[in-house]
């Protein structure tokens, strides 16, 4: 990812609040870290850079962070919305990504969780699984989780366990805004 060219395109365009966007884009220390990794492909780190963004100040996710992915020299994405949610790895790609079955499966298996987090996981909860963030020119982002096989569903006292958490979670995160105020 070359940030010169990018910040090319922007400035050539007739959209001079888009060219600001791109340049404060440019200067984020999570894009700086992406171009670190060496990938050449700059449509994929201005993608990943937008969900990183989506999901960190308009989601407010728990915990989000980078993770290189050189076998498919891409930028992918792992956090938790909430801290009682399960861990999550996303695939940032723009909407004009060529998704074939085959590459589905290169996600499915390349694509994985941090090491050290593998290891805090639960055994049953590995089952391997992608969240693939598209993100169309508006810069709508739009989530598809994609499975390597069938996943059966929570029994219901396990889904009413994890609503009951996410609604603690949520009703102290609410007093702890109030506090700061």
Known sequence: MEPSSIHKMASS?????????????????????????????QEQGHVAMLVY???????????????PCPELQMVTLYGRPTQADDLQVLVPLGKQADL?????????????????ELELEEP???TRRV???????????????????FVPPDPPEVV?????????WKKRKGQRTQHQQ
Request: charged share 30%.
């Open 13 to 41: 365009g007739e959209n001079k609040t888009r060219a600001a966007d791109l340049t404060s884009l440019l200067e984020h220390p999570k894009y700086k870290e992406m171009v670190a990794y060496g990938y050449n492909n």
């Open 53 to 67: 963004l989506y999901l960190s100040e308009a989601k407010q996710w728990a915990e989000l962070d980078l993770q």
């Open 100 to 116: 074939s079955p085959q590459r589905l499966r290169d996600f499915l298996t390349h694509v994985s969780l941090p090491q050290d």
């Open 124 to 126: 049953d909860l590995m």
């Open 131 to 149: 969240t693939l963030a598209i993100c169309d020119t508006d810069s709508t982002i739009t989530f598809y989780r994609i499975t390597d096989g």
């Open 160 to 168: 009413a366990e994890k609503k009951a958490k996410k609604r603690q």
